[in-house]
């Protein structure tokens, strides 16, 4: 209709977005963001009860929120999350079809040199990593390390991160050496972080892998115990806060206890993170 001065308005000329909504084409919708950080709690007490199926019905909730809501930004948060779901559920497809999803997302939103990029970066390496398609892993690690290391606000923690989890795709790719490097650079940023011994101890861990790997455990069997010993000492140091993501470190890394006879170790860390599970 015409306003009081007798001026068309854009209502009176244009058609509608669709049938079923008012919004004419050219006019931007009205952004209702979805409530992120309440999403991401209400996510880790679902994981921290390895409740799987409720984390998944819960993500793709708030998904089809986010595109009503045209949250853009809500959006590529609910896709990283998927894509991380996803690998730890071994759902290739379904992982790969979020991960396209989050890169188009950065690119849509222009974010491609933020922070927000290198933790999608991360993400999806993380998982083409897990499904072993390390040829576009390390190329999005490589992205990713550009971004945090060329800004200056990135947290130390997630630069751990990304050095550990971009060192076993390394070591996946047979480049041992640059592998071992990135696993010093975690350990050292990580002695900065509250609660970094968690990340440590995964780091030595990781490098006791990666000694077997390149060596052979005959020929690394000394370092590789002494790392196993120093790991074991951080996951059972009494000051460690001993919430959900501790008993999944826990879980995470009894196996690798196990492969190399730790079998004690590895039943310890076990019962620490059922009698967590059983608690919350």
Known sequence: MSNDKGYLTPEDYAEPRCLL????????????????????????????????????????????????????????????????????????ENAFESAEEALRLVKELGFEENISAGTTYINVATAYNAFSENGKSIELFRKAKEVYENNGRTAPELLGGLYNNMALTLVALGSFEEAFSLYEKALKVMENVENGGLEQAITYLNMADLLEARDGLENSESKVFE?????????????????????????K???????????????????????????D
Not at 59 to 77: F, I, P, Q, T
Not at 255 to 266: D, M, Q
Request: with cysteine.
């Open 253 to 279: 890394c009894a196996p690798t206890f196990s492969y190399y006879g730790y079998f004690a170790a590895a039943d310890e860390l076990k019962k620490r993170s059922e009698t967590i599970y059983e608690r």
């Open 227 to 251: 790392y196993l010993d120093t790991a074991y000492e951080l996951l059972t140091d009494e000051n460690v806060k001993k919430d959900g993501y501790y008993a999944f470190v826990c879980e």
């Open 21 to 92: 909504c008012d919004e004419p084409y050219g006019v931007m919708p009205e952004v209702k963001a979805v409530p992120q950080q309440r999403i991401i709690q209400k996510m880790n007490e679902y994981m921290s009860r390895r409740d799987y199926q409720g984390a998944e019905r819960h993500l793709k909730y708030w998904l089809e929120e986010a595109r009503l809501g045209h949250d853009k930004g809500g959006e590529l948060m609910i896709r990283n999350e998927l894509v991380g779901h996803y690998r730890k559920t071994g759902e290739k």
